[in-house]
């Protein structure tokens, strides 16, 4: 998979972490391939086994070669699978912890826009910076995003025919504040939706957004990556 994405022409790869513990095989995955780098901390569906060691767990990864962001932290209320209080202050924390050990945030918010937005402001996220990965909201969404100084990251669902406000948001979004990202194994970008997701198919995002912005895919790829590179001081 990953030489399938090296012949695809992917250049810089981030494998993020989702659970406790996800962090260190990231960190072993990244140490043996130049081109991968991940992140460190907990989704918002487990923010109810979040602990002090957990906290602790993510303190150490972060401090790791190749680690780049705190992520994926944030709300997700279309699952509920933690409750939304225990989210709450789960962000929170791992918004302080990035700002403390100075990295970027990789944000999930699902069906939680106004949460998710008012708590980085009151966190003072913007100092910091991230990324909201696969951005789901529409033109408006974006204008807060953009805002607050975050970039947005487009996945499958930009190439999907009935995701007509991700699309204009594609659209409206700066190039120079996009990046694209496949989310694997999930969200498939068409055609080849419904089948087991992976690092490659991001050339068919980035050509969804390239032709939403009436751009070559070769000028969204090369923005795209240094927009990486500059959200994750890869530079
Ligand atoms: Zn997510």
């Given amino acids: 998979m990953i030489a399938r994405a090296r ?10 972490s989702s659970f406790i513990g996800d962090a260190e095989a990231c960190a072993a995955l990244a140490a043996r391939h130049d081109f991968i780098h991940f992140t460190a901390g907990v989704h918002p569906h487990e923010a109810k086994s979040f602990t002090p060691e957990a906290a602790e767990g993510i303190r150490r990864a972060a401090a790791l070669p190749r680690a ?3 992520g994926e932290i944030g709300l997700d209320y279309h699952y509920d699978f933690s409750p939304r209080e225990a989210q709450r202050r789960v962000f929170c924390a791992q918004i ?17 826009w106004d949460d998710t937005l008012r708590i980085l402001g009151e966190e003072r996220a913007s100092e910091i910076g991230g990324v909201f990965h696969c951005f789901s909201g529409g033109t408006a969404e974006a204008r807060r995003c953009l805002d607050l100084g975050f970039f947005l990251s487009f996945a499958g669902p930009v190439t ?3 995701a007509r406000d991700v699309a204009e948001a594609g659209a409206f979004a700066p190039l120079d504040r996009v990046l694209c990202e496949t989310d694997s194994p999930y969200l498939t970008p068409h055609p080849h939706r419904g089948k087991r997701n992976e690092p490659a198919n991001v050339l068919l995002v980035a050509a969804k957004i390239a032709a939403l ?3 070559t895919p070769e000028a ?16």
């Fill in 7 to 16: 012949a695809a022409g992917v250049v810089r790869l981030i494998t993020v």
């Fill in 68 to 70: 780049v962001a705190i």
């Fill in 96 to 112: 302080a912890l990035a700002r403390e050990l100075k990295l970027p945030v990789v944000i999930h918010t699902r069906e939680a």
């Fill in 160 to 162: 999907f025919k009935n």
């Fill in 213 to 215: 912005k009436g751009l």
């Fill in 220 to 235: 969204v790829g090369e923005a795209t990556t240094r927009n990486l590179e500059a959200v994750f001081r890869l530079a």
